[in-house]
């Protein structure tokens, strides 16, 4: 009979490993007891000891009253050892919102949940899950035809006329109110200050 391939390994394999692991994760360990006193014996120095000093003497020493101490306000008295510092205003712009990073596709899908609920409910789910538009759209020859015959209407455009007309009508009621801010504010104006 002839010898196994691999004779010299032993029969269980992930015995083998195991060990190997082991012996691999002792050795590292030892030689890592015996590297840091060799690494801290051969650290290099970027500058040497003579060169520090003499940058050290040539830069100008920290003096705390001269680094804007005179700028800084009081220590808090209710907590002391904390320091207030100026008020300040910051100005960022501010975070878009979900329409400017929307996509167009993102932004309808978000408009037809919103508007027509949601895509299992009972408009999107059940009465207008196949409309004639979205069968003109998947054959091939009729996609080419720029119109879709008798007035159908897909889910995606008529969510996105609601949304256009929400967006309508929030606006009008800006302009509203900001159209009677301003005849108020013309009352207020136009009245005759009371004689005595």
Same mark, same amino acid.
Not at 151 to 168: C, F, I, T
């Given at each position: ?112 949940? &919103? ?22 759209? &998947? ?31 929030? &606006? ?25």
């Amino acid at each position: 009979m002839p010898p196994a391939p691999f004779s010299f390994l032993p029969a269980h394999p992930a015995r083998f490993t195991l060990g190997a692991l082991l012996a691999l994760a002792l050795s590292a360990v030892a030689a890592g007891a015996d590297g840091d006193a060799a690494a801290k014996a051969a650290r290099v120095h970027l500058v040497s000891p003579r060169l520090s000093a003499y940058i050290a003497a040539k830069l100008p020493r920290y003096d705390p009253a001269r680094a804007g101490g005179a700028a800084r306000l009081p220590a808090d008295a209710a907590h002391p050892g904390v320091m207030r510092l100026p008020d300040y205003i910051v100005r960022e712009p501010r975070l878009p919102d979900e329409t400017e990073i929307l996509t167009e596709h993102g932004r309808d899908l978000a408009a037809m949940n &919103k508007y027509l609920g949601p895509s299992d409910g009972l408009d999107r789910g059940y009465l207008n899950a196949i409309t004639l538009g979205d069968l003109w759209r &998947k054959i091939p020859v009729l996609k080419m035809i720029p119109f879709i015959p008798f007035g159908s209407v897909s889910q995606e455009a008529r969510a996105r006329a609601l949304y256009d007309e929400a967006e309508m009508r929030e &606006k009008l009621d800006d302009l509203r109110d900001i159209e009677s801010l301003a005849a108020r504010a013309q009352k207020k104006s136009a009245k005759p200050a009371p004689a005595h």
